[in-house]
Every structure is written in structure tokens, then in C-alpha cells.
């Protein structure tokens, strides 16, 4: 008796549980929309429940809809599906109804599926006028190439089979039709058309009644014709007998223009096997000296020829007679016995390596010192850049006794940018680094 009522007391608490889950999905439905506020509830406005996080039992969060493209998209969405229960929603403005989501429930209502375009299905009349095509073509290799037999090649076949089947109403031939040519050639005809394939991989057709006399014939006379032409040197005849002559219209052919003949602006480099340099180890600059020069016999010199030359100007300007030259031309004047020779300027070889690699550089030195002993000069001043200078100076303090001639110069550049940044280090404090 007692299991009895506690049976009938279960089945009724289950029946008043589902009669309270209905009417809360009823209210919830009918109630989307508070009376007071007009603000929709905090309810998914797509499936109207709680919605849980895939593999837990965590609710997922609702997000209210805060931008107006929101809504564009839910109407666009619910416009294409015909979903009248979200247009009866967005009657009102969801950024203003204070409408939420879920955003899994966002993603798969707005999603757009790509829609299923239906093939294009053949026109009827692609096959019959496939037909007709075919029966034009062999018609046409019985009566030209059978009668007349010669060699032609398949694409020549081809193009004729696509230009009757474009006349015969189609606008587009497939790629399947011209890939089965051959195909149906030796379904129609079997062994009495012969395919090979030419050096380039052409298909060349030919009927099997060609003789092959004829062919061999033709063979010879084609080498014996050019063995002569060869042998007379008439290049031109065989370029007309090889290659299609040229034909022009009523108008005479133009006269070739000159052709512009383009300057070369570069030299050639022989090439040249470098001898590899082998740094070793690191050799620091020498010791610096003082070298006590003895000038004051030549300044002296100097200093009386400017007077005797201020001298002179100021009596001819006070006589007006017999004006001296100016400085320059005194100088010579007072020089005129010592020989003057002219320079010689010219560009040597070029070395076709990396400028900055030090067996390149060791090169140059090695070919500054040659040239040196050729001209019998006392030094020579090599100018580099900074690069170079860098590394041509390790070389010279490695190798004193070898390049103790040279005198290793740094080019006018970056000798003012050095001096400029030794002014700026010196003044910075003075207000020259602000």
C-alpha cells in the first residue's frame, strides 16, 4: 500500500514538473517583451533556452547586442530564410530592445551556405552536330587525302572539324571532342590511316597507299638540293626555297630602317686568379717619431722674392711704366729653369674581384709597388676610402720592410668627415651637440 502511494505521488510531482517547464517555455515565449521597460529578457532571441559549453557543464554567457550591423544582420538572415518569429523580434530595435544571444547560436543562424548551382547539361543539338562534323571530315580524307596521298598533320584536321562544328550552331567546343580526334579517325578507318609522330612530337597523318618510293624520292631530292645550294654559298636561295616568301599588298615593301647600333659601355676584364691572403694574426700600428725638418733656408728664400716682388709693383704703380706680373707669373718667371714635365693621367687594369676583400686589396698594393719601381720613383701614395683604408693599413703595418714606400692616403670625403666629427666631439659640450 505505501510503495502504491509513493508511486502515484512521483508520477503526479513528474507530471507537475513538465506542466512547469511548459509553462515557463510559454511564458518565456510570450513575455520576450517586458510590459514596463519594453526590453526583451535575458533569453537567447534564437533557441529561447540555456545553451551549455560543449564537454562541460558550464552555461554559456549571453551577449547583448550593442551595434546596429547586429541588427542589419539578423534582419537580412531572417528575410532570406522567411524566419517570421525573428521578424516579429526585430519589429523592435535589438540594440534598443537590449536584445541577447549566444554567440554560437549568432554564428550558426547567420552563416551563409554557399547555394548548389545545377550543372549546364548539353544541348541537344551538340551530338548530332558532332555527328555531322565527323562524317564532313572523313568525307573530306577520302576525297583529298586518299585520292591525293600526302602527309598532314592531325591539328589541321582538327581545326577543320572545329570550324564546321562552330558553323553548325555550336559556340564552344569541348575539350573532350578535339582530345577524341584521332580516335575516331582509327575507329573509321582502321589501318588505312597511318599515325607517327615528327622530332617535336607533332602527329603527322598519312594514307597507307602513300608509296614509299614517293616519300624516299622526295627525301633525296630535298638533301640534294640543299648540298648544292650549300656548296655555291646561295643562302638566300635556300632561305626562299625553305622558308614561305614574304607577300605584300598593292603597296611596295618599306625599306629596312637603320638599325641602332648600340655603344658598349663596359670593359673587358681579363680574368684574373687572385692569390689568396692570409691575415694571420694582427699587427698593431708602429711606434710614432718625430721627424725635425730644417725649413727656415726656404722660407727665407720665399719671404725675399714676395718682397721683391712688392717692391716692383709698388714702383711700376707709382712710374705707370713697365707694369710687373702678377704673383703667379713672377713665380714662374724666377722658375723658368727647371724643367717642367707633363702629366700623364690613364686607368689601370681593372681587377674584376670585391673591392673589400683583403687579397683584392693586397693585390693593389702589390701592383702600386711595381709600378713605383717601373717609373723609378722614391714613394707612391695609394688613396682609398675607408673602407679600404682600413684594411689596406693592417697590410702595410704587417708587410713594413715589403710596402715601406707606399704612402697610404684616405680620400678627401672621409677626410672631412673625420674632421668634422672631431669638431663635433671636441665643441659638444659648447652647445654644438644640441
Known sequence: ???????????????????????????????????????????????????????????????????????????????????????????????????????????????????????????????????????????????????????????????????????????????????????????????????????????????DNLPRDELVKQNVFLMDTVQDLESKGDIEGLLKKSVQPTVYGPHPPRKALHKHVVKKMTLDADPIILCPYNAGERVGPPSRFHIALDNRKVVEQAQKKNLIWILARLHAASSQENPVVGWTGFNITTRDNEDVSQNTVAYLPTINAPATEMSTIHEVLIRSHKIMNTLELKSIAVV???????????????????????????????????????????????????
Open 1 to 207: 500500500m505505501k510503495r502504491d502511494l509513493q508511486l502515484i505521488q512521483s508520477t503526479e510531482q513528474a507530471s507537475s514538473d513538465k506542466e512547469k517547464i511548459e509553462r515557463r517555455k510559454l511564458q518565456r515565449r510570450s513575455m520576450m517583451v517586458s510590459e514596463e521597460c519594453r526590453v526583451y529578457t535575458k533569453v537567447c532571441i534564437i533557441c529561447e533556452k540555456d545553451k551549455f559549453m560543449p564537454g562541460s557543464r558550464t552555461r554559456e554567457r549571453l551577449t547583448q547586442c550593442v551595434e546596429l550591423r547586429s541588427d542589419d544582420t539578423f534582419r537580412n538572415t531572417a528575410i532570406s530564410k522567411q524566419d517570421n518569429r525573428i521578424l516579429a523580434l526585430l519589429s523592435m530595435d535589438l540594440v534598443a530592445a537590449e536584445g541577447q544571444y549566444h554567440r554560437s547560436c549568432y554564428r550558426s543562424y547567420t552563416k551563409t551556405r554557399p547555394q548548389m548551382i545545377p550543372k549546364e547539361t548539353d544541348s541537344e543539338e551538340y551530338p548530332g552536330v558532332v555527328k555531322d562534323s565527323f562524317e564532313k571530315l572523313f568525307a573530306y580524307i577520302r576525297e583529298y587525302v586518299f585520292e591525293n596521298p600526302r602527309v598532314i598533320k592531325l591539328t589541321e584536321l582538327t581545326t577543320k572539324l572545329t570550324s564546321w562544328m562552330l558553323d553548325g550552331g555550336i559556340h564552344m567546343v569541348k575539350d573532350s571532342t578535339k582530345k577524341h580526334v584521332r580516335r575516331n579517325l582509327e575507329t573509321e578507318f582502321g589501318v588505312s590511316l597511318q599515325f607517327v609522330h615528327d622530332a617535336k612530337g607533332k602527329v603527322l597523318v598519312y594514307p
Open 384 to 434: 682609398c676610402d675607408q673602407a679600404i683604408y682600413a684594411k689596406a693599413i693592417e697590410i702595410l703595418w704587417k708587410h713594413k720592410d715589403k710596402f715601406s714606400h707606399i704612402v697610404p692616403r684616405l680620400g678627401a670625403y672621409h677626410t672631412i668627415c673625420t674632421l668634422m666629427t672631431i669638431i663635433g666631439k671636441r665643441f659638444s659640450d659648447a652647445g654644438l651637440l644640441e
